[in-house]
């Protein structure tokens, strides 16, 4: 099993930046996210990047992006080109398939996203040089590496679950997208809307959100996360058989 | 007795009130060129997905080098290899790496890989070209290249699906070249589904046919040809008049007799002597240049098979 997985491996990461015959655009996708989160904000921030929630929203957006273009190609991409058929009449067992494709997603994701938090740190230390190198404070360390490494396992079984269901991968892209960011937005419109409220329901919100216990938020954070991505793993695993791919 | 290498026996898949495999009952012997023909929507993607334990059947089974497709698909795949409805190829990637994955695939050693994509490669003319992405191939050179993929862990039985469908030419005679050369050399069992009857005729030692996942007839191409096929006298000339056309129907062996300007044609219910026949034409007054005896095509055989299951 694993020898196969490797085989997976071995053809995904040839095929990664290759897709659809531009290595250029695959760049220039990966090129904008990291001047954006570990150049531009690091920059502008300065040490203010390194001990504010900065590079936990860097943690969640860089996964998301690159997991969620990387999964539609490697999943939606193999139907739409036709070579899944082939692929699954060849002696490879299913969860050699799956396991492959989603370990090189999880580790372009989140190996991505720990190199724009190195190279932020550097940026953001050089540009508010203090006298000292600062580092992330331990707890947001913690949050930066396990949250991203969930949310790229999230959004690859997320990806595979929506590019089984899609016929291309525009629309798996698409539909990956929109389901992930939906909730983001939806959370991010409701805290302005809370923040620029009058009254008592809003300060109690403030009050509330101000007194959580920095360790305890982050822990409960991971764990809820842990529970979505084994819950969308399963899933995955389950709709991700033969039978089913090629019955369907 | 020849070994098997495929055995289905009342082989059925539904897929919901359509039944697309039909009571299937077939023996494959090993070493030979099976073609498994049938107008499309006939089943033969279905069968090949069944016997690939791609799908399972809904009723009856199959043998495929004595494993059970229900019990060891996995073995099946791993003693075979796939031409399907599409090349499978990933263009992103060069030829030697599409040919290395599926060697890795089926977990040849690097330098057994390095080897046999070397002649492959070599035996299919496209040595020279292994390090170029196969985006700007012709469709051709990536059939061909498709061909010698599935022949990469020497397999011992291999499905071809449409090999030279939307091929032109030249191309679909260089494909059917490889695969005699494949099947003589490297010695495995081809299942071809087809069309063409013409690449049938040529490759195939034996066939069977299917209309609406039914089994019609199966045998080598000769027997189709000589139990469904009448045959035949082709004659082209002058003279075929009304008079000459009513003798000729008359006649109890005659089936039928049609007229195409200078050609007449004649079907007879059986094998008989037809020189006298054509002395008595002569005598009529038909003036004879050129006269043709054969049986029906297997174009012609096909045809007649799916007119009567009508």
Redesign the interface.
Same mark, same amino acid.
């Given at each position: 099993m694993i020898a196969d997985i490797l085989t997976v491996i071995w053809k995904e990461r040839r095929s990664l930046f290759r897709h659809h015959g531009s290595r250029l655009r695959a760049i220039f996708s990966l090129v904008v996210p990291i001047a954006v989160f570990g150049i531009l904000l690091p920059w502008q921030e300065g040490s203010g990047w390194i001990e504010g929630f900065w590079s936990i929203i860097t943690c969640v957006f860089i996964p998301l992006l690159l997991v969620g273009t990387i999964i539609p190609e490697s999943f939606a991409g193999e139907r739409e080109r036709h070579t899944l058929e082939t692929l699954l009449s060849s002696r490879l067992p299913d969860q050699a398939i799956l396991f492959g494709k989603i370990i090189v997603a999880i580790i372009y994701g989140w190996g991505m996203t720990l190199i724009v938090l190195l190279l932020g740190l550097i940026i953001a230390n050089a540009t508010g040089w203090e006298g000292q190198i600062i580092l992330f404070p331990p707890i947001i360390a913690l949050a930066d590496v396990v949250v991203s490494l969930l949310l790229a396992a999230i959004m690859a079984s997320l990806g595979v679950f929506i590019s089984l269901k899609s016929a291309t991968v525009q629309g798996a892209t698409q539909m990956l997208m929109a389901t992930t960011l939906f909730p983001i937005l939806i959370l991010g419109i409701s805290f302005t809307f809370i923040f620029s409220m009058k009254g008592d329901l809003s300060q109690r919100i403030k009050n509330a959100l101000e007194s959580l216990d920095q360790t305890q938020a982050v822990l409960i954070t991971i764990a809820v996360l842990f529970v979505i991505c084994s819950c969308l793993f399963w899933a995955a695993a389950v709709r991700f058989k033969r039978q089913k791919l090629i019955g369907s | 007795m020849a070994k098997l290498a495929i055995r289905t026996d009342q082989l059925t898949r539904e897929f919901g009130s359509l039944r697309a495999v039909d009571d299937l009952t077939i023996e494959v012997p090993e070493g030979i060129i099976f073609g498994f023909l049938g107008p499309n929507g006939a089943g033969k993607t279905t069968t090949i997905?069944i016997l $690939?334990? $791609? *799908?399972?059947p809904t009723k009856g089974g199959a043998e495929l080098l004595g494993f059970d497709v229900r019990e060891h698909s996995?073995d099946i &795949?791993?003693l075979?290899g796939? =031409? =399907?409805?599409?090349?499978? $190829?990933?263009?992103? $990637?060069s030829a030697a790496?599409n040919l290395e994955?599926?060697g890795? *695939?089926? &977990?040849l050693t690097r330098s057994e890989i390095q080897v046999r994509i070397k002649d492959l490669l070599t035996q299919i003319g496209l040595w020279e070209r292994r390090g170029e992405?196969l985006?700007k191939w012709s469709r051709g050179m990536k059939q061909k290249l498709?061909l010698a993929r599935t022949l990469i862990h020497h397999p011992r039985l291999i499905?071809l699906d449409e090999p030279t469908a939307g091929l032109d030419v030249m191309a679909a005679a260089t494909i059917r070249d490889d695969i005699t050369n494949m099947a003589r050399e490297e010695g495995v069992t081809f299942f071809i589904t087809t069309h063409n009857m013409t690449e049938v005729e040529k490759l195939c030692h034996e066939v069977a046919v299917i209309r609406q996942g039914r089994l019609v007839a199966v045998g080598q191409p000769e027997e189709l040809r000589r139990h469904a096929g009448s045959p035949r006298l082709e004659i082209i000339g002058k003279g075929f008049n009304g008079d000459v056309i009513n003798l000729l129907e008359g006649l109890p062996d005659v089936s039928s007799v049609e007229l195409k300007e200078d050609q007449l044609t004649i079907n007879f219910a059986r094998d008989i002597d037809t020189a006298p026949l054509v002395n008595r034409m002569v005598a009529s007054g038909v003036q004879i240049d050129e006269v043709r005896k054969g049986k029906a095509s297997l174009e012609e055989v096909f045809i007649t098979l799916m007119e009567e299951e009508k």
């Amino acid at each position: 099993m694993i020898a196969d997985i490797l085989t997976v491996i071995w053809k995904e990461r040839r095929s990664l930046f290759r897709h659809h015959g531009s290595r250029l655009r695959a760049i220039f996708s990966l090129v904008v996210p990291i001047a954006v989160f570990g150049i531009l904000l690091p920059w502008q921030e300065g040490s203010g990047w390194i001990e504010g929630f900065w590079s936990i929203i860097t943690c969640v957006f860089i996964p998301l992006l690159l997991v969620g273009t990387i999964i539609p190609e490697s999943f939606a991409g193999e139907r739409e080109r036709h070579t899944l058929e082939t692929l699954l009449s060849s002696r490879l067992p299913d969860q050699a398939i799956l396991f492959g494709k989603i370990i090189v997603a999880i580790i372009y994701g989140w190996g991505m996203t720990l190199i724009v938090l190195l190279l932020g740190l550097i940026i953001a230390n050089a540009t508010g040089w203090e006298g000292q190198i600062i580092l992330f404070p331990p707890i947001i360390a913690l949050a930066d590496v396990v949250v991203s490494l969930l949310l790229a396992a999230i959004m690859a079984s997320l990806g595979v679950f929506i590019s089984l269901k899609s016929a291309t991968v525009q629309g798996a892209t698409q539909m990956l997208m929109a389901t992930t960011l939906f909730p983001i937005l939806i959370l991010g419109i409701s805290f302005t809307f809370i923040f620029s409220m009058k009254g008592d329901l809003s300060q109690r919100i403030k009050n509330a959100l101000e007194s959580l216990d920095q360790t305890q938020a982050v822990l409960i954070t991971i764990a809820v996360l842990f529970v979505i991505c084994s819950c969308l793993f399963w899933a995955a695993a389950v709709r991700f058989k033969r039978q089913k791919l090629i019955g369907s | 007795m020849a070994k098997l290498a495929i055995r289905t026996d009342q082989l059925t898949r539904e897929f919901g009130s359509l039944r697309a495999v039909d009571d299937l009952t077939i023996e494959v012997p090993e070493g030979i060129i099976f073609g498994f023909l049938g107008p499309n929507g006939a089943g033969k993607t279905t069968t090949i997905n069944i016997l $690939l334990g $791609l *799908i399972e059947p809904t009723k009856g089974g199959a043998e495929l080098l004595g494993f059970d497709v229900r019990e060891h698909s996995q073995d099946i &795949r791993a003693l075979s290899g796939a =031409l =399907l409805e599409y090349p499978g $190829l990933y263009e992103q $990637l060069s030829a030697a790496d599409n040919l290395e994955f599926y060697g890795r *695939i089926w &977990r040849l050693t690097r330098s057994e890989i390095q080897v046999r994509i070397k002649d492959l490669l070599t035996q299919i003319g496209l040595w020279e070209r292994r390090g170029e992405r196969l985006a700007k191939w012709s469709r051709g050179m990536k059939q061909k290249l498709a061909l010698a993929r599935t022949l990469i862990h020497h397999p011992r039985l291999i499905f071809l699906d449409e090999p030279t469908a939307g091929l032109d030419v030249m191309a679909a005679a260089t494909i059917r070249d490889d695969i005699t050369n494949m099947a003589r050399e490297e010695g495995v069992t081809f299942f071809i589904t087809t069309h063409n009857m013409t690449e049938v005729e040529k490759l195939c030692h034996e066939v069977a046919v299917i209309r609406q996942g039914r089994l019609v007839a199966v045998g080598q191409p000769e027997e189709l040809r000589r139990h469904a096929g009448s045959p035949r006298l082709e004659i082209i000339g002058k003279g075929f008049n009304g008079d000459v056309i009513n003798l000729l129907e008359g006649l109890p062996d005659v089936s039928s007799v049609e007229l195409k300007e200078d050609q007449l044609t004649i079907n007879f219910a059986r094998d008989i002597d037809t020189a006298p026949l054509v002395n008595r034409m002569v005598a009529s007054g038909v003036q004879i240049d050129e006269v043709r005896k054969g049986k029906a095509s297997l174009e012609e055989v096909f045809i007649t098979l799916m007119e009567e299951e009508k």
